[in-house]
């Protein structure tokens, strides 16, 4: 109820502010109960990344130390071979793990590399990191 309560007071339109994306997303990730387990929760909150941002598609990738796999993918995105989203889910640990900024953004080509980027299709690409309460990385989100 409570978050159902907090989903209503975040506009459904999204007047494209920093402010109002987290507002929204954050209001996402309280409606997406992770009691839903966590294929749906994931299938779920990217479909509602790819939503919020009018993306084309969003992929959620998590991982621990040189782990790492595809959790979901929404858009066309889910048409990919299982070589390419792997090679992406690797693509995305070193983004994510590689020290600087939790959020990235611009051209595919210069966060994935050009081959990879032109074989997803993807020309532009924000990258967020995934942390715990604790700080310790868990995922990343590619949109």
Known sequence: MRALMRTREVS???DGSVESLLAQFSATTIELNPSLGPTEFSRRLTGRAVEMLNARAAVLAVGHG??????????PAHRWDPMT???????????????GEELREGSAARLLGRTLAEALG??????????SSEGELMGALAV
């Open 122 to 131: 993807w020309s532009s690409l924000v990258l967020a990191d995934l942390t």
């Open 85 to 99: 989203q792997q090679r992406l889910a690797n693509v995305m640990a070193e983004q994510a793990t590689a020290p």
């Open 66 to 75: 040189n782990e790492w796999e595809i959790a979901a993918i929404s858009g």
């Open 12 to 14: 459904s339109r999204l």
